[in-house]
């Protein structure tokens, strides 16, 4: 079992940036898929942003259309943490972030094996 926590959510004005982080215990996550994925209010939760592990140190990432070029994932296997820098926050970018890992690449909520709780980002205008 793999527990995650996130932090880092908050209110920000639009254009503003936020952190999230993301604490992984249980197991060493050096070879899962580790992400984020959101929610925002009536709407299904949806894709943002992934690592995978490919081999030795290699790692690549996913991201999502609406956020390629203003949010950055990053990961510290050392820490079991991953991280989310959100840049040039927009207000349709508000909903709950939500952490999440899995041995297998990660892009369909469906099929994701370990959650977060979520953290809520709220971006006004």
């Known amino acids: 079992q793999v527990q995650l926590v996130e932090s880092g959510g908050g209110l920000v004005q639009a254009g503003g940036s936020l952190r999230l982080s993301c604490v992984a215990s249980?197991?060493?996550?050096?070879?899962?898929?580790l992400g984020w994925f959101r929610q925002a209010p009536g709407k299904e939760r949806e894709f943002v942003v992934a690592?995978?592990?490919?081999?030795?140190?290699?790692?690549?990432?996913d991201y999502a259309d609406s956020v390629k070029g203003r949010f950055i994932i990053s990961r510290d296997n050392a820490d079991n943490t991953v991280y989310l820098q959100m840049n040039s926050l927009k207000p349709e970018d508000t909903a709950v972030y939500y952490c999440a890992a899995d041995l297998d690449i990660l892009k369909n909520p469906a099929l994701v094996d370990y959650w977060g709780k979520g953290t809520l980002v709220t971006v006004s205008s």
């Open positions: 249980g197991r060493t996550v050096s070879r899962y898929s």
């Open positions: 690592t995978r592990w490919s081999n030795g140190n290699t790692y690549y990432a």
